[in-house]
């Protein structure tokens, strides 16, 4: 069945520092999906990337879709401490519906 | 916009008991799912409405868990009997359509005893 690694599993930083998580897919994607869960809340909706390199981005969020639409990246600049939770992306195949990756934890410290 | 309401918040239960989470998703979304999610892993897709109709339950322990969703709206997920493995946040969520951003609700955080 199709497979979606996030790495890294975690990212510890300083305030200010740069942040990246990559997803990737053992299969070409329809569309990826970015969402972040703030410990104790449930995943929100950030971005969808349907395009072959597309590139979007929210702020200090950047999201790519790569050429051949297996992998994905989240870059966030300049943390900050509301930037901590974990974030997931979610990938549609083949079928009608998503898979979530296995996220990564970011968390930062002041 | 109300958003995605589930119920209880929390459940306590003993093993071989029975459970069930309710869900109402946001008007208008004909796309209605349920997760597991285990503490430290990401949501599990258990089963996938299109309106009244399943599109997907193939990782739904069917000897155990059952839901409906009855007239296209609102959606119970029901355990009978429960096992210690079920402890988890059962997440619903819901969308205008299948690949669609999905909405989820504050989930329903089980603990069996």
């Known amino acids: 069945g199709q497979q979606v690694m996030q790495i890294p599993q975690y990212q510890h930083v300083q305030e200010g520092e740069d942040f990246t998580t990559y997803c990737n897919s053992s299969t070409t994607l329809s569309n990826i999906q970015w969402y972040k869960q703030r410990p104790g809340g449930h995943p929100v909706f950030l971005i969808q990337?349907?395009?072959?390199?597309e590139v979007k981005k929210q702020k200090r969020l950047t999201f790519q879709f790569g050429e051949a639409k297996k992998n994905s990246s989240l870059h966030i600049t300049a943390t900050q401490t509301t930037d901590v939770g974990t974030y997931f992306c979610?990938?549609?195949?083949?079928?009608?519906?998503?898979?979530f990756g296995t996220g990564t934890l970011l968390a930062v410290q002041p | 916009e109300a958003g995605v309401a589930q119920s209880p918040r929390y459940k306590i239960i003993e093993k071989r008991q029975s459970v069930a989470f309710w869900c109402n998703p946001i008007?208008?979304?004909?796309?209605l799912y349920w997760y597991q999610q285990i503490l430290g892993q990401g949501p599990k897709l258990l089963i996938q409405f299109q309106n009244n109709g399943v599109v997907d339950d193939s990782q739904l322990p069917k000897d155990r868990f059952s839901a409906e969703r009855l007239k296209g709206v609102d959606s119970t997920l029901k355990i009978q009997p429960a096992k210690l493995e079920d402890s988890a946040v059962y997440l619903c969520a819901s969308s205008l359509a299948g690949l669609q951003p999905q909405h989820f609700g504050d989930g329903t955080r089980l603990s069996i005893l």
């Open positions: 990337l349907v395009k072959s390199g």
């Open positions: 008007s208008g979304h004909a796309t």
């Open positions: 979610a990938v549609g195949g083949a079928t009608n519906k998503l898979i």
